[in-house]
């Protein structure tokens, strides 16, 4: 299969300047929303990037609040994204919805929410989550998988006696936007791309060329 | 509805270290062909990151060859990717395939490849897809979207008479691996991490905590 010969023409929606909302988290939130009735699997998964050594890192991560601030998820401190983010703390999003033909890139800074709040999602989780996030060693290297799966026995045996606590090191993360594009694939490569950009506490909105 | 409620138990398949393939390109080789064999939308879709002013920015791109040496895109060079990587070569990819529970992660070098190679697929695509490529300044703001249907009925008027030439600004980039992560969904949130780094010229495989 040569798959250079892998092509799609897009067909779908458009996107025009008159038509969005002139705030653009209210526009992610329409798409979001959009995303979610039409079923798609996991609509919240995005593609979260990072710098290392003067290299981006990606990884995909799940996004499980969107407020008027931005756009939250939750992770390991201490995982290789929390490192990263503790030395540079500008990351890009990207969310992808192939079956609507639409992307959404953010740009922005992450910064730790607050421990309440991070206890308030934690708790929130169903246990064998919380069990998770307290045996997990994100990113480290382990010689083996029933290393990993020894881990979580015992502690799903400590945890029916006492209850889970919050790691102090799994918290939340929120990203400030100062860039989202919203891109629209259309027919014979024209697509839409609406940006909007943080001008003096202002959106900015342009069209890009595709 | 409550986005922090969004979530899923991965089931579907599993990822030991010794059923890789020690060459990680025909590790990526083999997942990529099941992707397609499982008819997945856009399976050579991924996200795309590079770095500008020491901020990471994301976008997705469509992976048009696989060789020995590593993962082709093809762009247009005055693009903000291509102007980023001029500056800073270094660029990760992110392919993630929902259906299957998949993600694979890759760290690397993009270098341009040569003339005859950007010809080559250049003149493999369909004739749209080549007037397409000459008219859009990619990433530069304009002014309305008729700005942009209007020169491409100019130029289809044209290339009715002409043969499209590729633009020199128009080709693409190899993306010489350094690191690829092939993680596989689990329950529990046990995912298999497989992680394949190049140390003096040879892949060391590692098992990397989820």
Chains 1, 2 share one sequence.
Request: charged share 25%; net charge negative.
């Amino acid at each position: 299969m040569n798959i250079g010969e892998l092509r799609q023409d897009y067909k779908k929606e458009t996107l025009d300047e008159k038509d969005v909302n002139q705030n653009p988290i209210e526009q992610f939130k329409l798409w979001f929303n959009e995303a979610i009735i039409s079923k798609l699997l996991e609509p919240n998964a995005f593609c979260l990037s990072t710098i290392h050594n003067n290299s981006p890192e990606s990884r995909i991560v799940l996004l499980k609040e969107i407020n008027d601030n931005g756009f939250v998820f939750f992770t390991n401190y201490n995982s290789a994204k929390g490192k990263q983010i503790s030395i540079n703390n500008n990351v890009s999003l990207n969310f992808l919805w192939l079956e609507l033909e639409r992307q959404v890139r953010i740009e922005g800074v992450a910064e730790k929410i607050s421990a309440l709040e991070s206890d308030i999602y934690f708790y929130s989780r169903p246990i064998g989550s919380q069990i998770g996030a307290i045996v997990s060693e994100q990113s480290e290297i382990i010689e083996s998988r029933s290393i990993l799966e020894e881990a979580l026995n015992i502690a799903e045996q400590k945890y029916k006696i006492e209850k889970p606590i919050r790691p102090e090191h799994w918290g939340g993360y929120i990203v400030k936007p100062r860039l989202i594009e919203f891109w629209q694939g259309r027919s014979s490569r024209l697509h839409d791309r609406i940006s909007f950009e943080l001008v003096d506490g202002s959106w900015m909105i342009s069209r890009l060329s595709p």
